[in-house]
Structure formats: structure tokens, C-alpha cells
């Protein structure tokens, strides 16, 4: 088979390549990056392009995607019924989230109550370390291998000669390869890196979780690409001042993407959260800028609970602060409530937040946040026990929401007696208070 040489400068920041040497990379404005790489390119010989057929879609039969089951319901859940072999998932969080811990318990979850073999590679943490965590876990098997390095070609040989069926790389931006003239956690590494792993899982069939750091703004550092490179990306995510985490997907080849997991962070590990809407809820709710509604995840609603202070202010400005649901969205519901209302917040400081520590975009919630703020400012209560829903437009219009029976039905076995939105259905205990538009709930919630 011939081949072919090339000799080209590689950046060795980010992996632009040139034909000539350049002082400043054009990509990533890097000084003084570029190194004279060789590269050999085996061709193909005609006999083998000749033999390339294609494949009529008709003609391809497809079989159930076997998935290895971890034990572990919420983690399941979210990767639609378990882990897919040969994907590849990459799961960010932020530093002391739990990340390690999770991937720590789902290894032990997979070969709990079968022959699964696992083998986690970790160039952050040494073998002792792990093993400190793993004894705080409880975990304690000869199925689980522990390998500590960051070289992608020793990963790559253990897994070609052990064939475990789980592989756990923690993390990709301490793994290097000696084929990338760069730095650990240089764009270059972490592209080539990835993709290594990749060929790795397609090869041998092997489920392979990557565990990434995040940036500033919450995404997985290193190239966008990376993400759409792997099958499946998990972000793990949660307040460090509270006991509970979420998992949520935003990309899933193998399943839904808008399914999240709850985990409640104790001294023994992550435990699974089965009530969650008890979780987000306070005992003391009926107070004033307090309004109670459900939102939706997936296949699961809970209720949560939504806290309004308005506050006069002096500045020429007043500040608006949102925690838990776009800030955008908060002006916008803020602006119909002056529009329509009459209620002046121009001269009021607007803080909002979700208890728990929740972030959701869910809709259905915009009602309640409008009545939470009205409440806050009128300094009067919303009727106890009562849940809102619905979606608020531009014109004060309430919009109906999806899956309203379920949302009620949870409503309902939490307690709460009345229900405030724009439909009406048949329900059980619950008591339905129709309104179509925001002058009408403010009306009927602040009998």
C-alpha cells in the first residue's frame, strides 16, 4: 500500500495547520504555536475502492439496542432505559459536584448483580484516592480495574487486552496522546483524545464515559465539536450549599433528551430523590411573593415553589434578578404586569427565585411568577393550597400548558385544593378556577 508523506506546521494550541510557518496562529491568535509536524497517509489501493458498496436503506434491518442496566433508576431514566454498548458519553459538571462520585457508583451499579467488568482510567486522582472514595461509597468489587494515567495509548492497550464492557476516562482534559504536539487540555489534546476514544468504543463495542470540566458559561471546555462527536452529553448540576443534584441530557442518540435525574448528595454517596416535589417544596409556603406551580421534565412533574420580593428603590434602574429561570423572561412578565395591571414596578427591585435551587425553562410557570410578583407587591397572599399554571403572553392572555392532568394529578396528592389555569378538565378532589387572562387570576387568587 503506498504512502504518502506530508510535512505541514501544526498550531499546538488548537491544531490549525499551514503550509508554512506562521508567528501568530489565524485560529486561536496564539505566538509562536506552530511546530513542523510529518505526517504519513496510507492510501487505499484500488482493490479496496473497487470492493466499497453501498447499502439501500430499505435493506437494512435494524435489532433492539441491547442496554446495560445500572441499578440506578434516575440514571437509566435519563439515558432512555440504560447504557447503550459502544456509545460514547461525555458528562460535565462543576469542580466538587459529585461527577467522580456518580461515575463511581454507576460502575459499581453494573456489576452489582451481573459480570460486567469495568475499567476506569483517571489521570486527576491517584489509586489511593479513588480508594478512599470508593470505601466512603461502600464499593468494594475485583470487577472494577483502577488505572492511573493520562496516556490515551495505555488506555487503548488495556482495553484491547482486558475488553472490560464499561469504560470510565476521568478526565479528558488531563488525557494526552504523543501523536498531538500540544499540551493537556489544549484543544488539539481534547479533540484528538476524543476521538481516540471513539474509535476505541466503535471498535470494541465498549460503553465509554468521558468526564469533562466546564467553563465560565457552563459548557464543556474544549472545541464545540466535542460534543457532537460523542453520542450522548450529561450535564451534572446543583448548588454545593444544597444536598441535591440534577442530571440533565441535551443530546441523546439513543433516547429522549428531556428526561433529568434528582440525586440528594449525603456522606455515603448519591442517594436517588423519589419524592422530588416534596423536595422543593417548603413547609412554610403560604407567605407573601409566594405562588406554587408544577412544571414538567421529561415524563415527570413536580411541584416547585416560586419567591417574589419587590423592593422600592432610589436608583433610576431598579435591578431585576432571576435565579433559577431566564432573566429575559423575568423583564418580559414584569413589563405585561406594568402594561396591564397598572402597578408601577418602575421604581421597584425585582428579585425572583425557585427554592431549591432549581433552574428550569418550562412555560407553564409564567402565570405563577406574575401572581408571585403581584403578591410581593400588593403585600398580599394568594389563596393557600392553591397551585398555578399557565403560559402568559404579550397581551396578558394565559396560554394552556401540556400535560395539564398530570401536572394536577401530582398537584392533587401533594394537598393542594384549588388550581388557577386557562383550561378546564375533569379532575378528582382538585378545584379548577378558570382564567384566560392575567387580570382575571389576580382576581381570583388574591380573594
Not at 427554592?355 to 410557570?365: H, P
Not at 387572562?437 to 381570583?444: D, G, P, R, T
Amino acid at each position: 500500500m503506498p504512502i504518502s508523506t506530508k510535512k505541514y506546521y501544526v498550531c499546538k494550541n488548537c491544531g490549525f495547520s499551514s503550509a508554512k510557518w506562521q508567528g501568530q496562529c489565524p485560529s486561536c491568535k496564539q505566538w509562536n504555536s506552530f511546530l513542523l509536524t510529518e505526517f504519513k497517509e496510507p492510501r487505499k489501493a484500488a482493490q479496496e475502492i473497487i470492493n466499497i458498496k453501498k447499502n439501500p436503506l430499505s435493506e437494512i434491518e435494524i435489532n433492539s439496542i441491547p442496554r446495560i442496566k445500572t441499578k440506578i433508576q434516575e440514571f437509566d431514566r435519563v439515558l432512555g432505559g440504560g447504557i447503550v454498548p459502544g456509545s460514547v458519553t461525555i458528562i460535565g459538571g462543576d469542580p466538587g459536584i459529585g461527577k467522580s462520585t456518580l461515575m463511581l457508583q454507576v460502575a459499581f451499579s453494573t456489576i452489582k448483580d451481573s459480570l460486567q467488568k469495568v475499567l476506569y482510567a483517571s489521570g486527576e486522582e491517584s489509586l489511593e484516592q479513588i480508594k478512599l472514595r470508593a470505601e466512603r461509597l461502600g464499593i468494594n468489587s475485583s470487577s472494577i480495574n483502577l488505572l492511573n494515567t493520562t496516556k490515551i495509548e495505555e488506555m487503548e492497550y488495556l482495553t484491547s487486552k482486558e475488553k472490560p464492557d464499561l469504560l470510565i476516562v476521568d478526565s479528558i482534559q488531563t488525557a494526552t496522546s504523543d501523536d498531538f504536539p500540544s499540551q493537556a487540555g489544549s484543544i488539539l489534546q481534547v479533540r484528538g483524545c476524543a476521538s481516540r476514544l471513539i474509535q476505541i468504543a466503535k471498535k470494541e463495542k465498549i460503553a465509554v464515559f468521558i468526564i469533562g470540566h466546564i467553563t465560565k458559561g457552563g459548557e464543556v471546555a474544549g472545541p464545540k465539536a466535542l460534543e457532537h462527536m460523542v453520542d450522548t452529553v450529561l450535564y451534572f448540576s446543583g448548588d454545593k450549599n444544597q444536598v441535591f443534584r440534577v442530571l440533565r441530557i441535551t443530546k441523546n442518540r439513543f433516547g429522549p433528551t428531556s428526561e433529568i435525574g434528582i440525586f440528594e448528595m449525603k456522606n455515603s454517596g448519591l442517594r436517588q430523590v423519589k419524592n422530588v416535589s416534596r423536595m422543593f417544596l417548603k413547609e412554610n409556603g403560604e407567605n407573601i411573593g409566594v405562588a406554587h406551580s408544577v412544571i414538567t421534565e421529561g415524563t415527570r412533574s413536580f411541584l416547585v415553589e416560586i419567591q417574589a420580593l419587590t423592593n422600592s428603590t432610589f436608583f433610576p434602574y431598579p435591578k431585576r434578578t432571576a435565579l433559577g429561570i431566564d432573566l429575559n423572561r423575568l423583564q418580559l412578565l414584569s413589563a405585561v404586569i406594568c402594561k396591564h395591571l397598572k402597578i408601577n414596578l418602575s421604581n421597584k427591585d425585582i428579585y425572583l427565585n425557585i427554592a431549591g435551587g432549581l433552574k428550569t425553562e418550562d412555560r407553564a410557570i409564567d402565570l405563577a411568577i406574575s401572581l408571585a410578583i403581584v403578591s410581593s407587591a400588593k403585600d398580599r397572599k394568594i389563596i393557600p393550597k392553591t397551585v398555578i399554571l399557565g403560559e402568559l403572553g404579550l397581551s396578558q392572555e394565559v396560554k394552556p400548558v401540556s400535560q395539564l392532568d398530570n401536572r394536577i394529578k401530582e398537584a392533587e396528592q401533594m394537598g393542594f385544593v384549588f388550581c388557577i389555569c386557562p383550561q378546564t378538565i375533569k379532575t378528582g378532589k382538585i378545584q379548577i378556577k378558570k382564567a384566560t387572562s392575567l387580570e382575571q387570576a389576580v382576581k381570583i387568587a388574591f380573594k
